[in-house]
């Protein structure tokens, strides 16, 4: 059984379209996240939430718009896609907010905007 | 300010050689998580290693120890007896007890060499 799962895997669309992407946990875990990781490799976090309740919410422009309508999901709504929206997309979860538990992740979404 | 700093961007190893991994971060939190995660080619993020900031000891997880140095900020990754799967990139990542995300390195690209 999948732990964290995002879907789709790949997706290919053009400038100016709207795409969601979609994340799946079934561990149990309160605390979801979206993390990008751009050309480089570097990953960032955009957003967080705890039992459906967003706590943080990083510089990432209004066009990107997170759902939890449960706490085993965390979707990821594009608007208006760019072209510097193209990365791979990580959707994680985690037990808690403390410091001890590790991530979990799902297996990403590569976004390429064209 | 939180940093995370992967001074390697790439490094060789001979097969059944061990290698570090190193790793210098910056908080001022009192307390905080460190991690290790792996990256394949296949692009998943996989949990290797964890140190929280007032463990006495050194972790380990199978080939994997993490050689903590608090006073010098750093928290090295040491692969033993290294394989060829276990070429891959390798991030290092920190969690300050204050903020609920994880700041990652740059990452470490690892060939192992047969």
């Known amino acids: 059984d999948t732990a964290v799962s995002q879907t789709p895997k790949y997706l290919v669309t053009q400038m100016g379209n709207d795409k969601s992407i979609k994340c799946e946990q079934n561990?149990?875990?309160?605390?979801m996240y979206w993390y990008k990781q751009d050309s480089k490799k570097f990953l960032k976090i955009m957003f967080s939430?705890?039992?459906?309740?967003?706590?943080i919410n990083e510089t990432v422009p209004n066009r990107f718009s997170p759902k939890s309508p449960d706490k085993a999901h965390l979707n990821l709504h594009i608007n208006s896609l760019e072209l510097g929206d193209s990365a791979v997309y990580f959707c994680?979860?985690?037990?808690?907010?403390?410091?001890?538990?590790?991530?979990?992740f799902g297996s990403g979404t590569r976004l390429t905007v064209v | 300010a939180q940093k995370i700093t992967q001074t390697q961007p790439g490094m060789f190893v001979q097969e059944k050689e061990a290698v570090t991994l190193d790793c210098t971060y910056d908080t001022s939190d009192p307390s905080y998580g460190l991690f290790w995660y792996k990256q394949p080619s296949s692009g998943e993020m996989i949990f290797l290693i964890y140190q929280g900031s007032y463990d006495q000891q050194n972790a380990t997880e199978g080939r994997y120890s993490l050689n903590f140095q608090k006073a010098r900020k750093s928290a090295n990754l040491v692969i033993s007896a290294s394989q060829l799967g276990d070429s891959a990139m390798y991030f290092c990542a920190m969690n300050p007890s204050r903020r609920d995300q994880f700041y990652f390195g740059t990452g470490t690209s690892l060939t192992v060499i047969p």
């Open positions: 994680a979860s985690r037990l808690d907010r403390g410091i001890v538990g590790p991530y979990t």
């Open positions: 561990l149990g875990h309160d605390t």
């Open positions: 939430y705890n039992n459906k309740e967003l706590i």
